[in-house]
C-alpha cells in the first residue's frame, strides 16, 4: 500500500462516519442543514446571496455508501453560500507585476497556492470588476474544474487574487476543511474522473459540482475528523518515507540477485562444464580461422592486433575449458556517424524509408527483451551515403550521454547515430544471445572507464579490449537457456 493509497483509504473511513465515534450530545446533521436553511434564508433577504432553483431530492438508490444515522446526504449546492468558477474570458493583463493576480488551475495545488511566478498580472481596475465574479474571501475552497481536477485548497488570504474559469470558489455553511478532505477523498476524485466531460479538456463543471452528493455530519463531528485527520498526516508522510526506502531497497535486492546470476553465469558457475563440448580455446581459434577466411575473401578488414592478456588484467578465475579473450578478437567494434546538419531534406527524411535512422533514444524507447524492432527517423539515400550501416541481430551499445552502456541487439538493420557504437560478429559463431547477456554483465565496468571531462564516453579502444569470459559454444547454449528458466522468478522478487 503506497501512502497515497493509505491516506485515501483514512479520508474514505473519514466520509463514512468510521474515523470518530458519533456523539449523541453533538447534536444530527439534519438540525445542522436546517440551520443552514434559515441562513441562506437570511443571506437572501439581505440581498448578499441569489436564490437559486431548488435542486432535485436525493433518491436512495443515488447514495453511494451508507453513514450514520447522525448524518445526511446533502447537494453541495444546497449548502453553498457561493459555488462559481472564473472569468471565462479572461483579460490579457499586464506585462509588468502587480499587486492584482488572476491564477488558473496551474496554481493551485493540494493543499496550497503554487507558482504565483505564473499568473496574469492585473491593473487595479481591472482586478476590481473581474473580483466581482468570485468576491474571493478567506476560508473560501478553491477547486481546480478544467484541465488538472479536483485539486484544492483552503484560502488563507494574503493575496488580491480572482481566477480564470479553470478554478471554481466555494463557499458553504460547513466547516470548510471538512469539505476539502472530503474533495480529496477517493469517493469524490473518482466521481470527478468519472463524469468529467470535454474533449480538449476535461471539466468537471458549476452544475455538476452543484448536484454532486456530499456525506454532512454534525458540525462539531466534522472538527474532531478534520483534527483527526491532520493528526493523522504526519504519520503518513513518515509511512511515505519508509515506504520509498523499503521500495528503493526491494528494487536494488532483486538487481542485486540479478548482479549476482550473471557474475555466477559468467564464472562458470550457473552450469557445469563437460569435457565432451570442448573448449572456449579452440572456440577463439575456430573464429580466428573463420575470420582469416572473410579477410582473404576481402568481406572482412585485417585490424591490428590486440595486446596479449597479461596475468593482472583477469579480474577472476574461470573453468579450465574457458578462455579470456578481448571483444575485439572476436568482433568488429565500429563507431556509428551523423550526417550535417541534422534536419536537413538533403540526409533527413519527413517520411518512412528504407533507411532506418537509430539513436539512443531508441534504445531506451523501443529495446524490449533486449532486441530494438523500432525507430522514428529515417534518413535518405545520400544520408545513408554519410552514415554507419549495421544489419540485423548485431550488438549495438550507447558510448556517450547518460544512458552510456546501455545496449541492445537490432531486429532491424540501420544506420546508427555517432553516439553508438556496434559490435559486429562477422563470422556469426557466437550467439548474439550470448554477446547481450557478456554486455548486461559487463555494463557497470564500462561505465567505470568512461573517458572525457566535458563529454564523458566509452571509445571503440576501450570495447575493442575489454575482456571477454568465452566457454565452449554449447556450454553458451546451456547458459543462455538456464537464465531463461530462472530470471522469470528473480524479476517478480
Avoid at 591490428?304 to 574457458?322: A, H, V
Avoid at 532506418?356 to 525507430?375: A, E, P, R
Avoid at 541487439?409 to 556469426?428: E, H, Q, R, S, W
Amino acid at each position: 500500500m503506497t501512502a497515497q493509497d493509505l491516506k485515501n483509504s483514512i479520508l474514505q473511513l473519514a466520509m463514512q462516519g468510521k474515523l470518530v465515534e458519533q456523539r449523541a450530545e453533538e447534536g444530527t446533521a439534519r438540525e445542522l442543514i436546517e440551520q443552514i436553511g434559515i441562513e441562506k434564508e437570511r443571506l437572501i433577504k439581505e440581498g448578499k446571496i441569489r436564490k437559486e432553483k431548488p435542486l432535485p431530492k436525493i433518491t436512495e438508490e443515488e447514495t453511494p455508501f451508507e453513514i450514520p444515522e447522525s448524518w445526511e446526504w446533502v447537494r453541495l449546492g444546497d449548502i453553498c453560500t457561493k459555488l462559481i468558477d472564473g472569468n471565462h474570458n479572461p483579460p490579457k493583463g499586464v506585462s509588468v507585476s502587480t499587486e492584482y493576480i488572476m491564477a488558473s488551475s496551474t496554481n493551485i495545488n493540494n493543499d496550497t497556492i503554487v507558482e504565483l511566478d505564473k499568473v496574469r498580472y492585473l491593473t487595479k481596475e481591472v482586478f476590481e470588476k473581474e473580483n466581482e465574479r468570485t468576491k474571493v474571501t478567506e476560508g473560501d475552497i478553491f477547486l481546480t474544474s478544467v484541465g488538472t481536477l479536483g485539486r484544492s485548497c483552503v484560502y488563507e488570504g494574503g493575496y488580491n487574487i480572482c481566477f480564470q474559469r479553470s478554478v471554481s470558489v466555494i463557499c458553504t455553511l460547513l466547516f470548510n476543511y471538512y469539505l476539502k478532505y472530503l474533495f480529496d477523498s477517493a469517493y469524490f476524485q473518482h466521481k470527478v474522473k468519472r463524469e468529467a466531460t470535454g474533449t480538449a479538456q476535461k471539466g468537471f463543471y458549476l452544475n455538476q459540482l452543484a448536484v454532486s452528493l456530499i456525506p454532512v455530519p454534525p458540525l462539531a463531528e466534522q472538527k474532531r475528523i478534520v483534527a483527526k485527520v491532520e493528526e493523522l498526516l504526519p504519520c503518513i508522510k513518515k509511512y511515505d518515507k519508509a515506504y520509498f526506502k523499503l521500495e528503493k531497497l526491494d528494487k536494488k535486492f532483486s538487481e542485486d540477485i540479478q548482479k549476482s546470476i550473471l557474475q555466477y553465469a559468467m564464472q562458470g558457475k550457473l552450469v557445469e562444464q563437460k569435457p565432451e563440448e570442448g573448449t572456449g580455446e579452440e572456440l577463439y581459434w575456430r573464429i580466428q580461422a573463420e575470420k582469416e577466411k572473410l579477410i582473404k575473401a576481402g568481406k572482412l578488414k585485417k585490424e591490428k592486433r590486440l595486446p596479449e592478456i597479461t596475468r593482472d588484467e583477469i579480474p577472476f578465475d574461470i573453468p579450465n575449458t574457458w578462455a579470456w579473450v578481448r571483444v575485439g578478437d572476436l568482433f568488429t567494434v565500429i563507431r556509428g556517424s551523423s550526417p550535417r546538419p541534422k534536419g536537413s531534406p538533403l540526409y533527413w527524411s519527413d517520411k518512412t524509408t528504407n533507411y532506418n535512422w537509430i539513436t539512443i533514444k531508441d534504445i531506451s524507447v523501443f529495446c524490449k527483451d533486449g532486441v530494438l524492432n523500432h525507430t522514428t527517423e529515417y534518413l535518405t539515400e545520400a544520408g545513408a551515403d554519410l552514415s554507419t550501416y549495421v544489419g540485423e541481430d548485431e550488438l549495438i551499445i550507447a558510448v556517450s550521454g547518460s544512458t552510456t552502456g546501455k545496449h541492445c541487439v537490432l531486429g532491424i538493420a540501420g544506420y546508427i547515430y555517432d553516439g553508438l557504437a556496434a559490435i559486429l560478429n562477422p563470422t556469426k559463431i557466437i550467439s548474439s544471445s550470448y554477446l547481450l547477456l557478456f554486455f548486461d554483465w559487463v555494463y557497470d565496468r564500462l561505465n567505470a572507464q568512461k573517458v572525457g571531462s566535458a563529454f564523458p564516453n566509452i571509445n571503440t579502444d576501450i570495447l575493442k579490449n575489454t575482456l571477454m569470459p568465452l566457454p565452449p559454444l554449447d556450454e553458451q547454449k546451456r547458459i543462455l537457456r538456464r537464465l531463461k528458466s530462472i530470471m522469470p522468478y528473480v524479476q517478480k522478487l
